[in-house]
C-alpha cells in the first residue's frame, strides 16, 4: 500500500478546531469580548441579532491591530499573548490559544475592522470559510469591531442543533454576564434585536452584581473576603433565603476568569448546610486570585476548566470563610441559639464580672515520668514552657498561670469511668472545689447551678470545643502559632502517607505542622502550640486517619485537620484548681458559636430543671 497520509488543508484543520472552541453562538460573543479584553478595552459593544444566528456584532475600543497583525490573525496558532512554553504558567490574558479568530473565520462570514492609535487609517477584512474575500483600508475608531454572519453556514449539523432562539440568547447573556461580573470596571452593552438588554456603566462589584441581578439584590448580598499566603478570596454570597431553584447565581472566578467547579461548589454548598430549603442552591460571587504558576487553564479548549495546585487547601478557605460569614451576619439558624434560652447563662457567669479565662497547665509535666512535679524541668519536652504559655494564649485558649503550684496538694481522681473510656487523662483539681457552688464531679463534669436548675458540662468536649472552635476561626486569617521541638519526633510513613503528607502540606504547615520527609521517614520539626509533648504523636495518628479516609467528604481536609489538633490538645494535662478556673472555661465555652455540641457532635452540656430536681423528691 502507498503513502496515505497527509496534512489537512488549513480550512479543514480550522473547521475541525471550530467543532472544539464554538459550539454555539455564546462561545463567538464568548471569545470576542475576550479578545477584546486583553487589546485592553475599556468599553465594549455587543449587538445580536436573532440569538446569534444573524449577526454577531462586537466593537470595542482596545488597542487595535496593525495592517499586518489583522491579516495574521485568522491563522491557526497565530497568537500575540504566548511565546514560550513557560509563558502559559504566567498568563494573565483571557485568550492564549491563538484558535478562536481562525475558528470563527472558518465556520462564519466575519467582517473586521480595526486600528491602531499611530495610524490614521484602519483596515477591513472581510474573511468566509478560511479564505480572505476582501481587505481595504478604512476610516474606524481606535480599537476593533467584528461582525459575525451566517454562523456555521458550511456545518448544517451544527446549524441544525442550535435550540429555540430564547436558548441560544439566553446562553450568550450567560456567557456576557460572566464577563460583566468578572470585569466591574468595564462600559458594557447588549443589545437583542434592536432591545437594549444591558447598558452597565464602570461600578463597584457590589453594584455590578445589583445591576445585573435586580434591584433587591443589595440587601441579600453578604460580603466574603479572605487572604492568605496561597489565595485570596473577596465577593458576595447570596442569603440563603434567597438561594435560588436554580443554579443560575453561581459564579466563580480566579484572576478574573470565571471557571466552573462542581469541587468548590461543593465546598460553598456545604458551608450552606442546613440552612437552605430542599431544592435550593446556594447563589455566590466568588473571586479567587491564585499565583498564576499555580494554576493550569490549558484543560479544556473553552478555558471553563481550570486545574488548582492546591484544591484542596482553596476548598477548605472557601468553606470556612463562607461559615464564618453566614455566621457572622447571624444567618445561621443555629439550634444553640433556640436552645440557649432554655439552658440560661450559669449563675457564676451572670454573678460576676467576666474574669480573664485561665486555665491552669501542668508546664512541668514530663510524659517520660509517671509522676511530675510542676516546673520540675522542660527538659525532655522539646519546647519551653513561654512556649506554651504564648501559643495557649494566642489561640485564644486564655491566659495561663505558670506560677508555681503545689502539686502534692492536687486531688487526683484515680478512676474516671468515662474519660478513660474516651482515652483523656484525668483532671486534676483542688479538694475545696466541692465546697463552692461551681464544681468538678469525678474529674470530668462541672457542675453550676443556672436560673432553671443544674447545668452539667463535659469537661474534655468542651475544651475540645473551644480549641477547634479558636483554631478553625483564625487558621484562614494567619498561620496558627507552632512551637518548634527541641528534638524533632520521627515517625515511619507508608507510601500512601507520605502521599497525604505532601498533597496537604500547605495546609498542614497554617495548622503549625511543619516536617519533611526523607525516604520513609518522617521528621516533624514544629507543631501546633496547643499540643502537648505526649500528644503530638497521637495527633499525627489522628491526621492520617482523618486525612487518609478516602471519601473525605470531598475534601473538607480542615475541619478533619482541625478537629485533630482540637481531639490531642483537649489530652492536654489540666489542673482546675481555682473556682476562677472553672468560670473562665465556661466562658470561653459559651464565646463558642456553638457550646453545645462538641465538634465531633457529642453532647457538652446537660441540664437537670428544678422540675426534674423536684420530682426526685417527691
Ligand atoms: P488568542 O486570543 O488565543 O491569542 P485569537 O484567535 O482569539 O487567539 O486572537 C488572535 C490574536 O488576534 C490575538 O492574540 C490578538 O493579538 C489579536 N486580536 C484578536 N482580537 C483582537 C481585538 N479585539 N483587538 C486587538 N487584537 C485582537
Ligand atoms: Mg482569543
Same mark, same amino acid.
Given at each position: ?12 484543520? @480550522?473547521? /475541525? ?18 479578545? !477584546? ?9 455587543? @449587538?445580536?441579532?436573532? !440569538? ?27 497568537? &500575540? ?8 504558567? &504566567? ?78 440568547? *439566553?446562553? /450568550? ?8 461580573? !468578572? ?5 458594557? =452593552? ?8 444591558? @447598558?452597565?456603566? +464602570? ?6 452584581? %445589583? ?28 442569603? +440563603? ?23 468548590? @461548589? ?10 437552605? *430549603? ?5 447563589? $455566590? ?8 504558576? *499555580? ?5 479544556? +479548549?473553552?478555558? =471553563? ?138 474529674? &470530668? ?13 463535659? %469537661?474534655?468536649?468542651? /475544651?475540645?470545643?473551644? %480549641? $477547634? ?43 503549625? $505542622? ?32 482523618? /486525612? ?11 475541619? =478533619? ?34 457550646? =453545645? $455540641?462538641?465538634?465531633?457532635?457529642? *453532647? ?15
Amino acid at each position: 500500500m502507498s503513502d496515505i497520509i497527509k496534512l489537512l488543508p488549513a480550512n479543514i484543520a @480550522n473547521q /475541525i478546531a471550530a467543532g472544539e472552541v464554538i459550539q454555539r453562538p455564546a462561545s463567538v460573543v464568548k471569545e470576542l469580548l475576550e479578545n !477584546a479584553i486583553d487589546a485592553g478595552a475599556m468599553a465594549i459593544d455587543v @449587538n445580536i441579532k436573532d !440569538a446569534g444566528k444573524t449577526l454577531i456584532q462586537v466593537v470595542d475600543n482596545g488597542n487595535g491591530m496593525s495592517p499586518s497583525d489583522a491579516l495574521f490573525c485568522f491563522q491557526r496558532h497565530a497568537t &500575540s499573548k504566548v511565546s514560550t512554553a513557560e509563558d502559559l504558567f &504566567s498568563l494573565t490574558t483571557k485568550g492564549f490559544r491563538g484558535e478562536a479568530l481562525a475558528s470563527i473565520a472558518a465556520i462564519a462570514h466575519v467582517e473586521m475592522k480595526t486600528r491602531i492609535a499611530s495610524n490614521d487609517v484602519g483596515q477591513a477584512i472581510l474573511i468566509e470559510g478560511s479564505e480572505i474575500k476582501r481587505k481595504e483600508d478604512v476610516v474606524c475608531p481606535i480599537g476593533t469591531s467584528f461582525e459575525v454572519k451566517n454562523l456555521f453556514y458550511n456545518v448544517p449539523a451544527r446549524r441544525n442543533f442550535l435550540k429555540r432562539e430564547s436558548t441560544e440568547f *439566553k446562553h /450568550i447573556q450567560d456567557e456576557f454576564d460572566r464577563i460583566a461580573l !468578572a470585569h466591574p470596571d468595564l462600559y458594557l =452593552t447588549l443589545t437583542h434585536n434592536g432591545s437594549e438588554i444591558y @447598558n452597565l456603566h +464602570p461600578a463597584v462589584l457590589r453594584k455590578r452584581i %445589583v445591576n445585573i441581578f435586580g434591584v433587591n439584590s443589595n440587601d441579600r448580598l453578604v460580603p466574603i473576603e479572605e487572604s492568605t499566603e496561597i489565595v485570596s478570596l473577596k465577593g458576595f454570597i447570596l442569603k +440563603p433565603e434567597h438561594a435560588r431553584k436554580t443554579r443560575g447565581a453561581q459564579f466563580l472566578f480566579v484572576n478574573n476568569r470565571f471557571f466552573k467547579s462542581s469541587f468548590f @461548589n461543593h465546598a460553598v454548598t456545604k458551608a450552606f448546610d442546613g440552612l437552605l *430549603k430542599q431544592g435550593a442552591f446556594p447563589g $455566590y460571587f466568588l473571586y479567587l486570585s491564585v499565583d498564576t504558576q *499555580k494554576i493550569d487553564v490549558n484543560v479544556h +479548549p473553552t478555558k =471553563t476548566e481550570i486545574k488548582f495546585e492546591e484544591e484542596k487547601f482553596i476548598y477548605s478557605i472557601l468553606l470556612s470563610s463562607i461559615k464564618q460569614a453566614l455566621g457572622k451576619y447571624n444567618i445561621a439558624p443555629t439550634l444553640e441559639f433556640e436552645q440557649e434560652t432554655s439552658f440560661d447563662i450559669p449563675h457564676t457567669m451572670r454573678s460576676k464580672h467576666t474574669v480573664e479565662p485561665t486555665i491552669h497547665i501542668d508546664t512541668g509535666f514530663n510524659p517520660f515520668k509517671t509522676t511530675s512535679r510542676p516546673n520540675s524541668a522542660n527538659s525532655g519536652t522539646g519546647k519551653t514552657k513561654e512556649n506554651i504559655t504564648k501559643g495557649i494564649e494566642e489561640q485564644g485558649f486564655g491566659s495561663v498561670d505558670t506560677s508555681n503550684s503545689d502539686w502534692e496538694n492536687f486531688y487526683t481522681i484515680e478512676e474516671e469511668s468515662d474519660n478513660i473510656k474516651e482515652g483523656y487523662p484525668p483532671i486534676n483539681m483542688d479538694d475545696t472545689m466541692e465546697n463552692i457552688s461551681t464544681f468538678i464531679v469525678k474529674g &470530668s463534669y462541672i457542675i453550676t447551678p443556672s436560673k432553671s436548675g443544674l447545668m452539667m458540662i463535659h %469537661v474534655r468536649r468542651a /475544651i475540645e470545643q473551644i %480549641v $477547634y472552635s479558636s483554631i478553625h476561626r483564625s487558621f484562614i486569617i494567619k498561620p496558627i502559632d507552632s512551637q518548634k521541638l527541641l528534638f524533632p519526633l520521627e515517625r515511619e510513613v507508608s507510601i500512601n502517607e507520605i502521599n497525604l503528607w505532601n498533597e496537604n502540606s500547605s495546609i498542614l504547615k497554617q495548622l503549625g $505542622y511543619h516536617g519533611e520527609i526523607k525516604d520513609n521517614l518522617l521528621k516533624v520539626n514544629s507543631v501546633p502550640a496547643v499540643i502537648q509533648e505526649e500528644s503530638i504523636s497521637n495527633s499525627l495518628d489522628e491526621i492520617f486517619q482523618g /486525612i487518609g479516609f478516602k471519601e473525605l467528604e470531598k475534601g473538607d481536609i480542615a475541619h =478533619t485537620l482541625v478537629l485533630a489538633i482540637a481531639k490531642s490538645a483537649a489530652m492536654k494535662k489540666i489542673n482546675m484548681n481555682t473556682n476562677e478556673s472553672i468560670q473562665a472555661l465556661i466562658n470561653q465555652l459559651f464565646q463558642c458559636e456553638n457550646h =453545645t $455540641y462538641s465538634p465531633r457532635n457529642k *453532647k457538652i452540656i446537660e441540664t437537670i430543671t428544678l422540675d426534674e430536681i423536684q420530682y426526685k423528691f417527691k
